[in-house]
């Protein structure tokens, strides 16, 4: 296989290149430390494998990713330093990744997985993964600041760790907020305000002054003869929006084409 | 209106009695999620002060019309004439009473009652204002309703009372004065009731926020409090790679890349205040391993696979100082071996984690350090009477570190998803 090397320190791509020329079936046929000439050299004559740093100074690697061609789309090996958002998206991605630093076992292993996509996979397969991956690694980006996976709460005397994307309906209760998830009701020490910047990477409407409702488990609408919104999450649990609120609900539920008549 | 104004609802305020009297969109509960400049919502917030208000006015209406009714009922009875008012012309007089007595109280609450030396006067005339109209709304109700009550109030008697300057002095005034000193009273209770209302709002409102500050601060503490590798044993393990780098090349290139791995999940760790269990063992575990590259064969060691207790959450890098001060205080003062073990046991909702160390004969002297002050106060902070900490010689010339806390499980049975990787 005919491997390229993009990363902008050259004893880093002096330690890729020395791990490359142990592998016999592996010929380095180009070394870039500036992303651009790479970016002409790929288009020019795309290899095999292409082992990519993400943090370049002058161009991203993601962006150099983005821009190469579909149909000749190498299989990408991403090279990162530390990034714990970028590590749990390359975690539930199709694209192979290396952290440094790395030694020859773990290179070794990355390689086995790359040799095995090599053989199976179309260049639509990689195209497909690659942008998926960037799309998660932009959505982590946005919410990264506040949002948290995970938010303790209590149920009777148990305490439990309750992943925020499974929770249906957050209501204030004065000190507390309770979170529910189908029939069991959950109590934490929060005010409805925070319980949102928690609750940022899921897609939260705010259907009154005291309850929030995650739209992602909601499976019935209809209106009142007033005109107030009535929701039904997955779980059995029915809210229904205050006056105060009718009007962004109906905007929210528009542009989603859920609005009932 | 103030009500959405961030700014506002935003802000501390230094004592809850500086500010008893703002506007009173301002008063009501903030809310920064209400859309601003939404008019609605603006309005929404005023209720519970119009209500009390509205409430309030109805009851001194009833109160007087009923008063009044039962007053010239028993005068009748002693054949007197008509002194009181008849009682339609009374309500009348309170409706129309009733904007005055809502654009004074809210004029009131505006003007608060800082600097004293302003707000009195302007207080006190606010009150006036209100009180001085009062006997002239009744005449305006009898004036509007005397056709119906002909044979009491005749026209002629009206331009008697209200035509010369005599007749007004001799037959109003009096009334007039005694009018605005029961209205007086009147508007005073009111004031009281809604200032009291309120303040009761923002007393509320400001313990939610202090709540809340609370909870913000000991955030801050508990993520000042996990940061907890020792410089010590890192530059150690440094100067362990340096010394293989020329004696075993590729033991060193594992040591960097464990120690990568040792500090990026201590940095992950650090970010959150909670972690699985199974990761908090891995990361023990890597720890080790490389304090076992350090004291070469001096060090065995002991954890609980991976999968033990697989749905347990623990706080971030709660073992992890523990298990630091098991690797010091077991090598310390001998050359002989060393075994660390990591025990994990839930019972009936508790979790208990123990970390066991060998020492020297003759060494279960008192154990202290900072990282074991920090795992105690975490513990505190985070679950108050419910967790525990105690460290002492325990069997077989052992030392033991033990913990117990509420066990954290995941949500609800039967909904875990798997989760690969670092901690979630």
């Known amino acids: 296989?005919?491997?390229?090397?993009?990363?902008?320190?050259?004893?880093?791509?002096?330690?890729?290149?020395?791990?490359?020329?142990?592998?016999?079936?592996?010929?380095?046929?180009?070394?870039?430390?500036?992303?651009?000439?790479?970016?002409?050299a790929i288009r020019a004559r795309p290899p095999h494998v292409l082992f990519l740093d993400i943090q370049m100074d002058s161009m991203s690697g993601l962006t150099l990713a983005r821009s190469l061609d579909r149909e000749t789309l190498p299989l990408i090996v991403f090279i990162t330093a530390y990034d714990q958002y970028a590590l749990e998206a390359f975690?539930?991605?199709?694209?192979d990744y290396l952290l440094k630093p790395f030694d020859e076992a773990r290179f070794r292993a990355t390689l086995a997985r790359v040799r095995r996509r090599h053989d199976a996979d179309s260049p639509g397969d990689r195209h497909s993964a690659l942008a998926a991956l960037i799309e998660q690694l932009e959505r982590g980006a946005r919410v990264r600041a506040e949002a948290q996976p995970r938010v303790?709460?209590?149920?009777?005397?148990?305490?439990?760790?309750?992943?925020?994307?499974?929770?249906?309906?957050?209501?204030?209760?004065?000190?507390?907020?309770?979170?529910?998830?189908?029939?069991?009701?959950?109590?934490?020490?929060?005010?409805?305000?925070?319980?949102?910047?928690?609750?940022?990477?899921?897609?939260?409407?705010?259907?009154?002054?005291?309850?929030?409702?995650?739209?992602?488990?909601?499976?019935?609408?209809?209106?009142t003869p007033r005109g107030d919104f009535i929701l039904v999450v997955a779980g059995g649990t029915t809210v229904t929006s205050s006056e105060g609120f009718r009007e962004p609900v109906r905007q929210y539920l528009e542009r989603l084409k859920l609005a009932p008549a | 209106?103030?009500?959405?104004d961030p700014e506002i609802s935003g802000k501390m305020s230094a004592s809850p009695l500086e500010r008893i009297t703002p506007a009173l969109g301002a008063l009501t509960r903030q809310d920064a999620a209400l859309p601003r400049g939404d008019t609605l919502a603006s309005a929404l917030t005023l209720r519970p002060q119009l209500a009390v208000l509205t409430a309030f006015w109805i009851y001194v209406a009833l109160s007087n019309v009923l008063y009044a009714n039962s007053m010239q009922a028993s005068f009748s009875n002693m054949k007197?004439?008509?002194?009181?008012?008849?009682?339609?012309?009374?309500?009348?007089?309170?409706?129309?009473?009733?904007?005055?007595?809502?654009?004074?109280?809210?004029?009131?609450?505006?003007?608060?009652?800082?600097?004293?030396?302003?707000?009195?006067?302007?207080?006190?005339?606010?009150?006036?204002?209100?009180?001085?109209?009062?006997?002239?709304?009744?005449?305006?109700?009898?004036?509007?309703?005397?056709?119906?009550h002909r044979e009491e109030w005749t026209h002629s008697d009206f331009v008697k009372t209200w035509g010369s300057w005599q007749g007004f002095a001799t037959h109003e005034i009096p009334i007039w004065v005694a009018s605005i000193t029961s209205f007086l009273v009147t508007y005073g209770f009111g004031l009281a009731l809604v200032m009291g209302f309120t303040f009761y709002q923002r007393l509320r409102d400001s313990q939610l926020r202090s709540a809340a500050l609370e909870r913000a601060l000991t955030r801050a503490h508990l993520a000042a409090l996990r940061m907890q590798l020792s410089p010590h044993t890192l530059f150690n393990l440094l100067h362990t790679i340096r010394g293989q780098i020329a004696w075993d090349p590729p033991a060193a290139q594992a040591m960097v890349v464990q120690l990568g791995d040792l500090l990026r999940r201590l940095l992950n760790a650090g970010e959150r205040e909670f972690s699985r269990l199974s990761d908090e063992l891995q990361f023990v575990t890597l720890y080790l391993e490389l304090q076992q590259r350090r004291f070469a064969d001096r060090l065995t060691i002991e954890v609980p696979a991976r999968e033990a207790h697989a749905r347990a959450w623990v706080p971030s890098l709660i073992l992890q100082p523990l298990v630091e001060n098991a690797v010091v205080h077991g090598l310390a003062g001998h050359e002989g071996a060393v075994t660390i073990r990591v025990e994990a046991r839930v019972e009936s909702e508790e979790l208990t984690l123990r970390v066991l160390n060998t020492v020297a004969p003759g060494k279960l002297a008192g154990l202290s350090g900072i990282g074991l002050a920090n795992v105690r106060e975490r513990l505190t902070v985070q679950f108050g009477e419910r967790a525990g900490f105690d460290a002492g010689p325990g069997a077989d010339g052992l030392w033991v570190a033990q913990m117990r806390m509420p066990l954290l499980r995941d949500g609800p049975e039967g909904m875990a998803r798997p989760e690969g990787g670092a901690a979630a």
């Open chain 2, 80 to 148: 007197m004439e008509r002194v009181f008012a008849p009682w339609d012309a009374r309500l009348i007089q309170h409706l129309v009473l009733y904007p005055l007595f809502l654009l004074s109280m809210w004029r009131s609450m505006r003007t608060g009652w800082q600097p004293l030396w302003r707000a009195i006067p302007l207080q006190l005339l606010c009150a006036l204002g209100f009180a001085v109209l009062a006997s002239p709304s009744l005449v305006l109700g009898e004036y509007l309703t005397h056709e119906w």
């Open chain 1, 91 to 95: 975690e539930v991605s199709a694209v």
């Open chain 1, 1 to 40: 296989m005919e491997v390229m090397i993009v990363d902008d320190e050259p004893v880093a791509r002096r330690t890729v290149r020395e791990c490359c020329e142990r592998e016999p079936d592996l010929t380095v046929v180009g070394e870039y430390g500036d992303p651009r000439t790479a970016l002409e």
């Open chain 2, 1 to 4: 209106m103030r009500a959405a």
């Open chain 1, 152 to 223: 303790l709460a209590e149920a009777g005397s148990r305490m439990h760790m309750l992943d925020v994307s499974q929770v249906e309906v957050v209501e204030a209760d004065r000190n507390y907020v309770r979170l529910i998830i189908g029939r069991e009701t959950y109590h934490a020490r929060s005010t409805l305000q925070q319980a949102e910047k928690s609750f940022q990477s899921q897609p939260m409407l705010r259907i009154s002054r005291s309850c929030l409702i995650n739209m992602s488990h909601v499976r019935e609408v209809s209106r």
